[in-house]
């Protein structure tokens, strides 16, 4: 639960604020302790106190306190003369409360690693409620596209307009399958990584598709495709691969102009395919380009414009995960470069 502020109850309790409260604490029973005899176990117990509040830190350090009031339930027991001191009833209350104290914070060790546990099970289910939400929305806005334009031009299509139109809406509508099936199946799995399957991709090709269907949806867009002739073919999911490029290029339609085209090049290294996809937009600023690939992180420049925050980062997690890489350049006002590179398959085998 968060209350109004957004924070959990536990973020509340910073260090901060908790030490001073814990160290107060051990003083008083130190305090305590050197007044009261060795045998009176009260004050040897009472050291646990500060272990137990450790829990409220957002980094409990259990075994830091537990190290300090052994160190102080010691230095006790030095108040008293040699002849108590060789007391075993003495020694045996001692050791009585320092094996407690270290108990104590052996059970707020576990305790905070539940916690933990628990903290990283809520960000994997949102996580996927994420993904799931950022995806189908992409989808749906195809299938809505095409749905109005075939209820605006119905009079003017022909049956094999109407055909090409279904189809499209079909795909989009596959896609939101494929991609709820993904999530749930990561979900089962309980680890928080969406699957990937191995095909081989032909980038332009999936490339062409996804300008066409974008130049369809938003008409006033211009595209530049500057591909390279020989064949660009990679291995991995074909809807993770698409929708990492559909990202950056919806990126650029909505930080730059329609009157300036969004160029869209390739080029090939012997062991790689590598795609740039640049505008001319507003960029982004040099102290915020390291953070846009951050979940949920929008920068000065998104302010007005809806978004999660998630569509670089899903672009990051993607093209790692199919062994690529993902770099971003950008000047405030001239535009933004984006490029990635995914291993190449040498002696393709399209299927």
């Not at 814990?22 to 009472?46: C, R």
């Not at 950022?134 to 809505?144: F, G, K, P, Q, Y």
Request: a negative charge; charged letters at 20%; proline letters at 5%.
């Amino acid at each position: 639960m968060r209350d109004l502020s957004g924070k959990a109850p536990a973020e509340l309790f910073s260090a901060a604020r908790v030490w001073p409260a814990i160290g107060l604490v051990i003083g008083v029973i130190f305090v305590l302790d050197i007044m009261t005899h060795p045998q009176n176990v009260s004050a040897s117990f009472a050291y646990t106190i500060p272990v137990f509040l450790s829990i409220l830190e957002v980094r409990p350090r259990p075994l830091f306190y537990a190290g300090a009031t052994t160190i102080l339930s010691l230095a006790g027991s030095f108040t008293l003369s040699a002849d108590e001191l060789a007391s075993w009833s003495t020694l045996i209350n001692r050791a009585i409360g320092v094996g407690t104290q270290w108990l104590a914070a052996a059970l707020v060790v576990v305790e905070a690693g539940r916690r933990t546990a628990l903290q990283r099970s809520l960000e994997r289910q949102q996580r996927f409620a994420d993904i799931l939400a950022h995806e189908v929305r992409n989808a749906l806005t195809a299938v809505s596209g095409h749905a109005q334009r075939l209820a605006k031009h119905a009079d003017k299509l022909t049956p094999g307009d109407v055909l090409a139109r279904a189809d499209k809406i079909r795909a989009a509508a596959t896609r939101i399958e494929s991609v709820v099936e993904r999530v749930q199946l990561a979900s089962s799995l309980g680890n928080g990584i969406v699957p990937v399957t191995q095909t081989a991709i032909d980038v332009h090709a999936l490339i062409h598709r996804l300008v066409d269907a974008l130049k369809e949806e938003y008409p006033e867009r211009a595209f530049e495709l500057n591909l390279d002739d020989a064949a660009a073919v990679v291995s991995g999911d074909e809807v993770l691969i698409q929708q990492a490029f559909e990202n950056i290029l919806q990126n650029s339609m909505h930080y730059s102009s329609a009157a300036s085209p969004i160029v869209v090049s390739s080029t090939r290294t012997p062991l790689a395919v590598k795609v740039t996809i640049a505008d001319s937009g507003e960029g982004v600023p040099a102290d915020e380009l390291p953070r846009v690939r951050e979940a949920y992180y929008r920068g000065s420049t998104s302010k007005s414009k809806p978004g999660m925050g998630l569509g670089l980062y899903f672009v990051d997690r993607i093209i790692d995960g199919h062994g690529g890489s993902f770099s971003l350049e950008s000047k405030t006002g001239l535009g933004t470069t984006a490029t990635i590179e995914l291993p190449q398959i040498l002696e393709p085998a399209l299927t």
